[in-house]
């Protein structure tokens, strides 16, 4: 995998020693699974240990973060799922995964997970179901996972008002936390570092291919 950790700390000062906290600094050195489990805006629980065997990208911002997250959101869907751009929203989020460069045909490519996850812990508990309200209103198809117990940033951290990205590999590990605008280098780079966990994973469970075929030209 790319050293996207080091790429970026050497261009953007939010990055990841400053977006994460210390229980996600433990998880990554202890390369430990996590489970994020969080309800969205129809109240419906996700876990993302349901994903397994597929990479997944949580995007998630406080309130005035929110826009940016949710745009950031629908560029990285959109890069692995291009026929979403032609999609009506009730189909967006359904479309077919593509798969990375390099990746041998006859096997299905490891799915990308873009989940946007709106943090909220100043919302009191009497005003949730307004909160969800709002959500159904701003986004009736694509679910969206509330945090009203500030779970992500106890977990990875946050950098306030402004997007935050875990990348899960396909064993539910967290494998890179970044935090901040993304230009089209930083946007470039998280786009490869998913390809990178994608390929890894056929490594993993096909030592048979040949090297070659796994490698990104």
Do not use: G, N
């Given at each position: 995998m790319i050293d996207l950790r080091s790429a970026i700390?050497?261009?953007?000062?939010?990055?990841?020693g400053l977006a994460c906290g210390p229980a996600a600094a433990a998880d990554a050195a202890a390369d430990?699974?996590?489970n994020i489990a969080l309800e969205d805006q129809f109240k419906n629980r996700h876990e993302t240990l349901r994903y397994g065997g597929d990479v997944v990208v949580l995007v998630f911002a406080e309130r005035k973060g929110a826009e940016a997250a949710l745009e950031l959101g629908r560029?990285?869907?959109?890069?692995?799922?291009?026929?979403?751009?032609?999609?009506p929203a009730t189909e967006w989020s359904r479309q077919p995964v593509v798969g990375p460069v390099g990746w041998p045909t006859g096997i299905a490519p490891p799915d990308v997970h873009v989940i946007p996850i709106a943090c909220l812990?100043?919302?009191?508990?009497?005003?949730?179901?307004v909160a969800r309200s709002r959500f159904r209103n701003e986004s009736p198809f694509v679910p969206v996972w509330l945090d009203f117990e500030d779970v992500m940033r106890q977990r990875f951290g946050i950098v306030p008002d402004e997007p935050n990205v875990v990348l899960l590999d396909t064993a539910g590990r967290p494998r890179d936390v970044v935090s901040g605008h993304l230009d089209?280098?930083?946007?470039?780079e998280v786009v490869a570092?998913?390809?990178?966990?994608r390929l890894q994973a056929l490594q993993a469970r096909s030592a048979a291919i040949p090297a070659a075929a796994t490698a990104v030209r």
């Open positions: 700390l050497a261009s953007a000062p939010l990055v990841f430990r699974v996590v560029r990285l869907h959109v890069r692995f799922h291009p026929t979403a751009t032609a999609a812990p100043e919302v009191p508990k009497a005003l949730e179901a089209e280098v930083r946007f470039a570092a998913v390809d990178q966990l």
